[in-house]
């Protein structure tokens, strides 16, 4: 495997020379600060760069989108975030966005044109079904998935909250794998727990974790990668792996780090 | 003669009382906040044709959307046999569109026929889903004493009108089979002539049932139609504008609250001049008013079938979380303050709320977000929006968030994350390449 150095300029040094992104990368804080979204960021890094897109990350200027301010009903925050940030990105001129985290995907596509800020959004799962289909990414050259039970989970804010079912499930029929759906998938899929600032707080008292019941769903579709497309999904249903004791048999992979692993990148 | 003037009687005290009740559900409705939902018509009677007259979101539970399509399209198609029913009653006539219609009419009454039994079966399922095999669905903390009553009540009314409708055309079958007096003719009955052995021969005991039936079957289709706004049945009528008003936005939109614009573009601009006086109503909604008409037509809409409670990650997990109770809670809660009013008049207050008298706070924090309760929903209705307006309310008014939630608070409004890194740190992730 070749490993060429990232490239990952900020839009605030390519201004510096007078340039503009073609789309700008939103991290997202999940993507910026957890340990194992990092690894996410850098493998959506890596696929940018491998079919030579010209992107650029706000870096420090980039603040969180007041999307789990806005769920736990802190309106206020969400907008002083939202208008922030808008100045920001309508201060480089930015027109298009893809995102590795369906909050922030969910909170800039929808919430943002009511106060202001109009660009054309999209979840990194698409991107890279886009490169899919222009051949520009073709799941040759590196780890072969070759028989593998994959599954699919999906983030209720990309799936139910918008509609995207079929870009990251692309991602996945790429590959040489069995996929397999869980019981409860696509508009029927399970939440992971997370949502709605719930990865902010102990869930209130019940019978079980959300995450743990959605591994009854994991653990009956006898996967061994289970694929996700949410930073807040990942942890949720790693921490979901660990207290069953599966890591050894079952992976939690985002679909760029499946796609970075079977092109080799 | 004395039969038609009694007709007409019942049939105007059944109208106009169910205008009444359904007149105060109108104006219950119209108390809460307004809302624009006037745009793109086109596409909003699209929406209605496909979900509330093509039943399309009914499909996910394919035994329940056969079910209940039988219920359905026997309940649109027979109001033509109720219409002939009331000409005749108002006219002293007898099958007054047999005549015209010819043999087009054997044909109708032969489909009736076939769909007043495939209700009966349908609603014979139904009565054993919730009373013998006791789906999960049907029950649960908000599924109290008179849900389940109004449930098995509204099936065993319509297994009433259906027995009487076929025992009288059975009846009729054999009347006209004897050529007796007004019976002429008409109609073909496929199913009732099963019944017709079961029937003495006599032409006047025939004709005793005969007349019984038609009664029965009639007032007790105006008595069920006066017991639809006190019941969840309502949903029949409902149904139609409540799909017609749907959200058009993405599920995972959230409403951008004008006021709060008003006040954070003044921050952040001391020039700014809001182009229209905010009102001086409160932030969220702390009691039902505080919704829109469109979240408490809703809480009409509904007809308790649970299927958002059991697709609900939290209550799936045991919360307290029930999809089904914050609506139900929030139809008991409009009709309380309805009543109040009718009571007391207009400006009476009384010292309860949605919030906590009706809904906990607990319920409120247990919410995901994750759509699956408007997603299931087979008359789109969402119950989300009004956990985000009560959870407005608790958090903007009374700065009552979870401490946890504070905090997160605290570190978005400090760091521009949610967790307690600073924000000069947000590329470090490049240098572990």
């Known amino acids: 495997m070749n490993h060429e150095p990232l490239t990952v300029p900020t839009v605030a040094e390519m201004a510096a020379e007078g340039k503009k992104p073609e789309i700008l990368f939103w991290v997202g804080c999940a993507g910026s600060f957890d340990e194992r979204a990092q690894k996410i960021t850098r493998d959506i890094c890596k696929i940018l760069n491998h079919v030579g897109i010209g992107f650029a990350v706000l870096g420090t200027e980039e603040s969180c989108t007041g999307d789990p301010a806005k769920r736990a009903g802190n309106e206020f925050l969400f907008q002083m975030q939202a208008m922030a940030n808008i100045q920001v990105l309508d201060a480089y001129e930015i027109?298009?966005?893809?995102?590795?985290?369906p909050h922030c995907f969910n909170t800039i596509k929808n919430e943002y044109p009511g106060l202001g800020g109009n660009y054309e959004v999209i979840h990194h799962s698409q991107l890279i079904q886009q490169l899919i289909d222009e051949g520009k990414l073709k799941a040759e050259g590196g780890e072969s998935f070759k028989g593998k039970k994959i599954t699919y989970h999906d983030p209720c804010y990309l799936g139910r909250g918008n509609n995207v079912y079929e870009a990251p499930r692309a991602a996945l029929e790429v590959l040489d794998a069995e996929l397999v759906e869980m019981k409860r998938c696509k508009s029927n899929g399970l939440c992971c727990g997370a949502g709605g600032a719930q990865m902010f707080k102990e869930p209130e008292k019940g019978k079980k974790d959300i995450n743990i019941e959605r591994m009854t769903d994991v653990l009956e579709s006898k996967a061994s990668v289970v694929a996700a497309a949410c930073p807040f999904c990942m942890t949720m249903l790693s921490d979901g792996v660990k207290n069953e004791n599966k890591e050894q048999e079952i992976q939690v992979l985002d679909i760029a780090e499946i796609t970075v692993r079977a092109n080799g990148l | 003669m004395i039969a038609q003037i009694l007709f007409i009687i019942i049939l105007a005290a059944a109208i106009y009382l169910f205008s009444k009740n359904a007149g105060k559900i109108r104006r219950n409705i119209l108390l809460g906040k307004d809302t624009d939902r006037s745009d793109n018509p086109a596409l909003r009677w699209k929406t209605m044709a496909k979900i509330a007259l093509g039943q399309t979101k009914m499909v996910k539970r394919p035994l329940a959307a056969v079910m209940h399509f039988f219920i359905y399209a026997g309940f649109i198609i027979i109001n033509l046999e109720v219409l002939e029913i009331m000409i005749d009653g108002v006219f002293g006539s007898h099958r007054?569109?047999?005549?015209?219609?010819?043999s087009l009419y054997d044909l109708l009454i032969g489909g009736f026929e076939f769909l007043a039994?495939?209700?009966?079966?349908?609603?014979?399922?139904?009565?054993?889903?919730?009373?013998?095999?006791?789906?999960?669905?049907?029950?649960?903390?908000?599924m109290t004493e008179w849900p389940r009553s109004d449930a098995n009540y509204i099936l065993i009314i319509e297994i009433l009108l259906m027995t009487a409708f076929l025992t009288m055309n059975a009846a009729d079958h054999k009347l006209q089979l004897l050529n007796f007096g007004h019976y002429i003719k008409a109609g073909s009955f496929p199913v009732s002539s099963f019944i017709a052995p079961m029937l003495p021969d006599g032409a006047s005991s025939l004709e005793m049932i005969e007349r019984g039936c038609w009664w029965f079957h009639i007032v007790g289709i105006l008595a069920f139609l006066n017991y639809l706004p006190y019941s969840k049945h309502f949903h029949i009528l409902l149904a139609f504008p409540n799909t017609y008003y749907s959200n058009l936005h993405p599920k995972g939109q959230l409403t951008n609250m004008a006021s709060v614009t008003n006040e954070v573009k003044a921050m952040l601009d001391p020039s700014f001049v809001p182009e229209t006086a905010g009102e001086p109503g409160r932030f969220g909604a702390k009691d039902v008013?505080?919704?829109?008409?469109?979240?408490?037509?809703?809480?009409?809409?509904?007809?308790?079938?649970g299927r958002c409670t059991s697709v609900c990650p939290a209550n799936i997990t045991g919360k307290l979380l029930s999809p089904r109770k914050i609506m139900m809670d929030t139809r008991d809660r409009i009709t309380e303050v309805g009543n109040n009013i009718d009571k007391h008049g207009k400006d009476f207050k009384d010292d309860k709320s949605l919030l906590d008298n009706y809904i906990t706070r607990e319920e409120l924090w247990a919410c995901t977000t994750c759509n699956a309760c408007t997603d299931a929903c087979p008359v789109n209705i969402n119950p989300l929006e009004i956990i985000i307006e009560m959870r407005r309310y608790v958090v903007m008014e009374e700065s009552q968030a979870p401490a946890s939630l504070n905090?997160?608070?605290?570190?978005?409004?400090?760091?521009?994350?949610?967790?307690k890194y600073s924000s000069a740190d947000r590329l470090n992730w490049k240098e572990n390449i």
């Open chain 2, 117 to 142: 039994l495939l209700v009966l079966v349908a609603c014979i399922t139904f009565l054993s889903r919730r009373n013998i095999a006791r789906l999960k669905r049907f029950s649960g903390v908000e």
């Open chain 2, 289 to 305: 008013t505080d919704l829109t008409w469109k979240n408490l037509m809703e809480a009409y809409t509904c007809t308790e079938c």
């Open chain 1, 95 to 101: 027109k298009k966005i893809v995102t590795g985290c």
């Open chain 2, 96 to 102: 007054i569109f047999s005549k015209p219609l010819g």
């Open chain 2, 407 to 419: 905090n997160m608070f605290s570190n978005v409004e400090n760091n521009g994350a949610p967790w």
